[in-house]
């Protein structure tokens, strides 16, 4: 299992940031196209992207392109199409299924990243997760708090579970977690994505590198956490290898073969430290 920890914002506009960020330690990068670059750069900012790629050939990367329906959209698509299949695109302010479609009619068999930004997206979470080409989805939360009229740091926790289950029963990834805009906050950040981790997600995007240990700590089980696991896990195996579909571990807890599956998870996460 191969987990996306971080994943780094950069505006395409800005050469001098975006190989930076390229050479980062970030899992993936993001050439945004969109909230980071302003109207009168989108141009620039897409005409960019062919040579920051070919600078950094092996590097995984994701294209943000301005929502289809925008001025930029449909252009922004055309790029993307040209670019190697294995850049993936991220796709902002999704409302259903037929915005996946139309995405992937454009840019051909590449992963697409979806982005949920209104109380329409959240209703449609399944139906945009279970869309042909749908690689991933999460939440753009500043867009969505403001559709919303939510103002308490608590008040998108519904959302964020839902988005949670929609990619389980769609058999996609966890998602990843909205960034955190605070840059002077790391504590902040840290608190932020250790409770993201207990309800479901898996990885966060970042807006600047001093973000990324802080998301790759947060993220990192503990050590009596991966002990455990590896107990749970073992267990589980020894039964099933004895027609048994249960276990009971020293501690008396009792397991089944259903519940191995956060256990592997976890080993998955402590394995990127090996």
């Known amino acids: ?14 050469p001098d940031r975006a190989h930076k960020a390229l050479g980062s330690a970030s899992d993936e990068v993001i050439l945004d196209l969109e909230d980071a670059v302003a109207p009168a750069a989108k141009e620039a900012a897409r005409s960019a992207v062919p040579a920051l790629l070919a600078a950094h050939p092996d590097r995984a990367v994701q294209v943000r392109v301005n929502a289809p329906s925008s001025p930029w959209g449909t252009a922004d698509l055309a790029m993307v199409a040209d670019l190697p ?5 991220r796709v902002p302010k999704v409302t259903g299924a037929a915005d996946v479609a139309r995405v992937v009619a454009a840019v051909g068999e590449r992963p697409v990243h979806c982005l949920i930004e209104s109380a329409r997206g ?3 979470a399944f139906e945009i997760a279970q869309a042909p080409g749908a690689a991933s989805i999460g939440l753009g939360e500043a867009d969505l708090r403001s559709d919303l009229g939510v103002t308490g740091p608590d008040g998108l926790d519904w959302c964020r579970q839902r988005i949670v289950v929609a990619a389980r029963a ?3 990834p966890p998602p990843a977690m909205a960034v955190y805009p605070d840059l002077a906050d790391l504590d902040g950040l840290a608190e932020s994505t250790r409770r993201g981790r ?9 807006i600047h590198p001093k973000q990324l240990p802080v998301i790759e700590a947060a993220f990192r089980p503990g050590a009596a956490e991966v002990g455990r696991a590896r107990e749970v896990v073992a267990a589980v195996e020894a039964a099933a290898s004895l027609g048994d579909g249960t276990a ?7 397991l089944d073969v259903a519940m191995v599956e956060q ?9 990127r430290d090996d």
């Not at 299992?1 to 800005?14: C, H, K």
């Not at 207990?198 to 970042?206: E, I, K, M, N, T």
């Not at 009971?248 to 009792?254: P, Q, R, T």
């Open 1 to 14: 299992m191969t987990l996306v920890l971080t994943l780094l914002y950069v505006p395409a506009d800005r």
């Open 85 to 89: 299949p294995a850049v993936a695109v």
């Open 122 to 124: 959240v209703e449609a």
């Open 170 to 172: 769609a058999e996609l």
């Open 198 to 206: 207990q309800l479901g997600f898996v990885g966060r995007a970042a």
């Open 248 to 254: 009971v571990l020293a501690d008396g807890s009792f």
């Open 263 to 271: 256990a592997r998870r976890v080993l998955a996460l402590a394995a």
